[in-house]
């Protein structure tokens, strides 16, 4: 029996530091041209420069990047853009921005979905 607790001990204390491991690991820096349908549902993090910024009357916000390579939009969830609108507000267009989120699919485009208030820096 103490070698059960033990080895469930060992797989709880693993499982808690991959948990901690997955929350603070960021994807390696991609291109935009990179972001394509091999990498859906994954995390990507990608550099831009903003192109467009809009705001939805329910107070989420979509924001275009644009890099070298292409453009691709990001959408921020209201309780995500809740926490960046005073910045978005301040920031003019070609700022440059970092964003790490999942990259999904809206009305047949590629988009990157932020999904957590750590997803957005300038």
Partial sequence: MDLVHIALVI?????????????????????????????LGKNVRIHGNISEIHEFEGGSILISLQDPTGEIDVYLPYNVAASYKDMLNATELETELEVIGSVEVYKGKLEIVIENMGGIGV
């Fill in 11 to 39: 797989s709880i204390f693993g499982l808690l530091m991959l948990t901690y491991a997955s929350e603070h690991l960021e994807p390696p820096l991609s291109r935009i041209d990179q972001v394509t349908s091999n990498t």
